[in-house]
């Protein structure tokens, strides 16, 4: 209630943390820059989300210094993930995401665990499993409810997380 603008509240936020604008805009969005240039979509096809912690930290900053951007030669295919989400196609969104965040080729060699999160959650049903951000946190894709919670009950006792949460997409916007 500080009478400020969305925007004038994203271009804040921006100066705590790159995530920040984003919480602000919610709901489904493309980021660019490092994640301030947010753009909104359409929301995310009905779906439930699991999401996997393991008992790790990532350090940003290491896996970004050891990222060769200039020898990645496939890039996330972008404009068909904003296709898939204006066609409401869920599998085929998860299909592209398949190799949608470079930043596994540094982590994953560093923490084997991640990758066993993402096949461990595919195993399970997911449509696709990726990590989120540099790491170390892990989710999964979901078309049928009921495997998600079978997923999630499943990871539970299994050793590979700390953190564990079940979810469905934030399509709301508040304006």
Known sequence: HLGLSQEELMERGVKIGADVPY???RGTALAEGIGEKLTALLP???CRILIAKPGIS???RTVYENL???KI???PDVDGMCRALEERDLKGLAALMENGNVLERVTIPMYPVIEKIKEFLKAQGALS???SGSGPTVFGIFDDPAAARRAY???KKQNLAKQIFLTEPYNRRIV
Do not use: G
Request: glycine share 0%; net charge negative; aromatic share 0%.
């Open 23 to 25: 919480c602000i805009l």
């Open 44 to 46: 995310m096809p009905d």
């Open 58 to 60: 990532v350090s940003t």
């Open 68 to 70: 060769h951007a200039d």
């Open 73 to 75: 030669e496939e890039h």
């Open 129 to 131: 499993a990726l990590m």
């Open 153 to 155: 009950l499943r990871l």
